[in-house]
């Protein structure tokens, strides 16, 4: 069974760095998948933010790709998010996915999630 | 401001059908890519509920369907239970100016009255 478990600080300042850790059991990084980020604001939606495959091949989103990081470590199974710069408005729950990418016909989604994180940016 | 559109809310009765819309444009829905159906339970992550447009993974009830036609995909619930009651999100791909994008509708409430 996959199982993903996010693990990181829960608050961190305005201007500083987050920093996020997506462990995975019972399906290895170094697999067919791809692995991503989505955070949901409180009471609001969802928002994805990166994704990347075992090679380091990564994609971002565009809003967002300045001042994110993602990176693997297929030696720990993990794969890691950095946000630099935060502000307030980067407080919600961070999930991490396991990403299904078919070329053709043309699928992405997302098959596993984490319990998900809340991280709050706060002084 | 979402890029695929979706309504703040839907109701319905137990057993009786409701359907989710999600609107996109020619650079997502309608440039033919697939929509997959997200159910967030309250307090839990978002699972897998429709991918490819029309296919449920393994568990997913029957009662849960996908269609895609245009600009606009679908999600019905038939049989509508208790259990239902959740936030459903849709999400594909956009084609824009800023590159290829993973995009998810804004989200809708079901309320089982």
Same mark, same amino acid.
């Given at each position: ?123 | ?16 059908? %409701?359907?989710?819309?999600?609107? #996109? !444009?020619? $650079?997502?829905?309608? *440039?033919?890519? @697939?929509?997959?159906?997200? =159910? ?19 568990? %997913?009830?029957?009662?849960?369907? #996908? !269609?895609? $036609?245009?600009?606009? *995909?679908?999600? @019905?619930?038939?049989?509508? =239970? ?19 994008? %993973? ?11």
């Amino acid at each position: 069974q996959v199982h993903l478990k996010e693990s990181g600080p829960g608050l961190v300042k305005p201007s500083e760095t987050l920093s996020l850790t997506c462990d995975v059991f019972g399906s290895s990084i170094s697999s067919g998948y791809y692995w991503g980020w989505i955070r949901q604001p409180p009471g609001k939606g969802l928002e994805w933010i990166a994704t990347i495959y075992h090679s380091g091949s990564s994609y971002s989103n565009p809003s967002l790709k300045s001042r994110v990081t993602i990176s693997v470590d297929a030696a720990k199974n993990h794969f890691s998010l950095k946000m630099r710069s935060v502000t307030a408005t980067d407080t919600a729950v961070y999930y991490c996915a396991r990403v299904v990418v078919v070329v053709d016909p043309d699928l992405y989604y997302f098959d596993y999630w984490g319990q998900g994180t809340l991280v709050t940016v706060s002084s | 401001q979402s890029v695929l559109t979706q309504p703040p809310s839907v109701s319905g009765a137990p057993g009786q059908r %409701v359907t989710i819309s999600c609107t #996109g !444009s020619n $650079s997502n829905i309608g *440039a033919g890519y @697939a929509v997959h159906w997200y =159910q967030q339970l309250p307090g839990t992550a978002p699972t897998l509920l429709i991918y490819g447009d029309i296919n449920r993974p393994s568990g %997913v009830p029957d009662r849960f369907s #996908g !269609s895609k $036609s245009g600009t606009s *995909a679908s999600l @019905a619930i038939t049989g509508l =239970q208790a259990e239902d009651e959740a936030d459903y999100y849709c999400q594909s791909y956009d084609n824009s100016l800023s590159g290829l994008d %993973v995009v998810f509708g804004g989200g809708t409430k079901l309320t089982v009255l």
